[in-house]
């Protein structure tokens, strides 16, 4: 006995030293070798410089005019939404953060992922295992009963306990554990990445909310103006200075101008009820706020993140990358299956006929055993499946591939968006400008009764025309400023709220 249990654990060292790990360790691609990111490496500038403007003064005025710098390492750890400085807007955001239901259940695949890389970790452990079998039997007539009284009924009982552990020759168990560890970085890259959408989403939906509201307002406006229009014309075509067509077109132009409100209006309910889904209400539960855009302002700094960075810190590189490994951890599993294994069983245990003799020394049994395996003939299919896991990999590293490229180019998109932003800004700033002192002229004008009602009514409709591009130009500022954060790839500090779903908040009621 003895020196089988010494053979067994000088096998078990032996196999432990000797212990291989099947297939490649993991190393990251160098993609950027050799290329040039196109991304800038220090602080820029957006746009045209207004210090250098001649209408500096005019720019001055309004906060929107400040020309955003492209800055290296800003401290955003308390949450880079707040630099749009709305405390109204940093609520709904720590709202959303906790009651998204798509965020609870992203939360919700991690612990999955976690729970199955802790399966097979347990594998790397010996497996314990305790039964106990009562059995009733009935031995045949010419052979002799074990009971002591010779019946041929009796009733046995077995108790044993046994153990069985894999030495995993191959290393396929840690391949195994590796692809699951992975996955497990994956999902939290997910996860990740769905709070920056979230939060990115929700700065968008108020934008776009605030937007929506200025545009409501403006073509009301513009209604107002061509209703005055339509019964000036009218009125004129009564005097006989204005023909039929003139009121026709007039009229035209009213209908056109009532039908524009209707889905300006829609449109701002749907932005509305959007954004009810984003914080997990309800259609009848109340917003608690109605933003418009004088509640925000846009930040003068903004986030540069360098190539090397962008690679840390976007969660859709790292998700392909964490996808990357997992499947390079998979080859050497495939690997694996096709190399020896051992494994070793042993059991202790007790048999008897009764309860009360089962835990004696004479009932008592043991045995210990070893399985080394080797696979020799399975049609190929082991091949196969190793090749298989090869072109996964390879599949995997161009996707990666493919994630990296567009990462850096919806960045280098982002930026030029922004530069282009802050001069269609201008613009449009300059042509509401001029078109709202042509307006002041016309009022003047009218006052001083050299021209008619009729041409100040134009005059405030060619305002407002450019009102309406200006707020565009305004918007797009906005949306790509929150395109430019989530680009980069800037993170939502966990501290900000905890994702916890319903029932488990009920519980801890």
């Known amino acids: 006995m003895m020196q089988f249990l010494k053979f067994l654990l000088r096998l078990a060292c032996i196999s432990v030293l000797s212990a291989c790990t099947a297939g490649p360790d993991y190393q990251r691609p ?57 405390e109204s807007l940093n609520q709904l955001i720590t709202t959303a953060l906790s009651n998204n239901a798509d965020l609870q259940a992203t939360n919700a695949a991690l612990k999955v992922a976690q729970e199955n890389a802790a399966v097979l970790r347990a594998g790397f452990l010996p497996s314990v295992d305790a039964s106990w079998q009562p059995t009733r039997q009935k031995v045949a007539d010419p052979l002799a009963s074990p009971a002591a009284s010779g019946a041929s009924f009796y009733t046995l009982h077995t108790a044993q306990v046994s153990v069985s552990y894999n030495l995993d020759l191959a290393g396929g168990l840690k391949r195994q554990n590796e692809a699951a560890m992975a996955q497990v970085d994956a999902a939290g890259f997910q996860l990740q990445a769905a709070r920056m959408t979230l939060v990115s989403n929700v700065i968008l939906a108020v934008v776009q909310e605030a937007g929506l509201r200025e545009q409501l307002q403006i073509t009301q406006s513009q ?138 020394g004479n009932s008592s049994f043991w045995n210990l055993g070893a399985n080394l395996t080797q696979p020799v003939f399975r049609g190929g299919a082991l091949l196969h499946q190793q090749r298989s896991a090869e072109a996964q990999y390879q599949q995997a590293a161009a996707q990666y591939r493919s994630v ?82 989530a680009a980069m790839g800037i993170n939502v500090p966990e501290s900000v709220s905890s994702t916890v779903s319903p029932f488990t908040q009920k519980e801890k009621k």
Do not use: C, M
């Open 223 to 360: 209604l107002l103006a061509n209703r005055q229009l339509a019964d000036l014309t009218r009125q004129q075509k009564a005097l006989g200075v204005a023909s039929a067509a003139d009121v026709a077109t007039q009229e035209a132009a009213l209908a056109q101008a009532e039908a524009s409100v209707v889905p300006v209006q829609r449109a701002l309910d749907q932005q509305r009820g959007q954004l009810r889904v984003l914080l997990g209400l309800l259609p009848g539960d109340k917003l608690p706020v109605e933003f418009t855009l004088a509640q925000l302002q846009l930040p003068s700094q903004l986030p540069l993140s360098v190539p090397s960075e962008l690679l840390e810190r976007r969660p859709d590189i790292r998700i392909a990358e964490a996808q990357l490994q997992a499947t390079n951890a998979q080859v050497g599993v495939a690997i694996a299956a096709r190399l020896p294994n051992l494994s070793l069983t042993s059991s202790l245990g007790s048999s008897s006929l009764t309860l009360a003799n089962l835990l004696k």
């Open 404 to 485: 990296v490229l567009n990462a850096f180019q919806n960045v280098a998109d982002t930026l030029r968006a922004l530069d282009v932003d802050r001069q269609q800004w201008q613009l449009n700033s300059k042509g509401q400008q001029a078109s709202l002192r042509a307006l002041e002229i016309a009022r003047k004008q009218r006052a001083a009764g050299a021209i008619p009602l009729q041409t100040v009514l134009q005059a405030q409709l060619t305002e407002q025309q450019a009102s309406l591009a200006f707020l565009q130009a305004r918007l797009s500022r906005y949306v790509d400023t929150v395109a430019l954060y």
């Open 30 to 86: 160098d993609l950027l070798a050799g290329h040039q990111a196109g991304l800038p490496q220090q602080a820029v500038r957006t746009g045209i410089d207004v210090e250098t403007s001649a209408d500096n003064a005019n720019y001055q005025a309004n906060d929107e005019a400040v020309v955003q710098l492209l800055l290296p390492g800003l401290n955003l750890q308390n949450g880079w939404w707040k630099v749009f400085g709305s």
